[in-house]
C-alpha cells in the first residue's frame, strides 16, 4: 500500500511519532521523495510513503458514515489486544478519532478507526466473544 502525502518529511514523523512506526531513509525521484515506514513488531508489512507537490486533499472525515460515500480503498485494519486501550494511547498523542470503540456481536469484533492528517483511515479490531 502506498500513501500519498505533500509532504515527506512531516508523514514520516506523523508516523514514527503517534503510531511508533519505523522508517526507512527516503530516497528522491523527481520532485518527489520516496521512502516506507513499518508498524515497530511487524517486520513484514510496510506502507510506501510517496511525498511532494502536487497531492490533491482528501477529505476530513469527522465520522465513520462519512467516510462510506467515497468508492475505492477505505481502511487498513489493524488487529490489536486491547482497542480501547489503543484508542485512548492513540488519543493521547493528538490523533484524529473518527469512530470510536464499539462491539458486532454478530461477526465477534470490537472496532474502532482512526484517521492520519491526510485523510487516511485506519482501523483497529480485536476479537470479543465467539467469533460465528
Known sequence: MGIRVPDFDAAIAWYSEKLDFRATPGFPMGDK??????PATDDGF?????????????PAYE?????????G???VCFRVDDVHKTIAELQSRGVTIVS???DVAEIGRRFAFFADPW???FEV?????TQR
Do not use: C, Y
Open 33 to 38: 521523495t520516496f521512502g516506507f515506514v513499518s
Open 46 to 58: 510496510s506502507f510506501e510513503v510517496m511525498g511532494g507537490p502536487g497531492a490533491d486533499d482528501r
Open 63 to 71: 465520522d465513520l458514515p462519512g467516510s462510506l460515500k467515497l468508492t
Open 73 to 75: 480503498w477505505h481502511h
Open 100 to 102: 470510536e470503540p464499539r
Open 119 to 121: 485523510g487516511n483511515l
Open 125 to 129: 479490531i480485536q476479537p470479543i466473544g
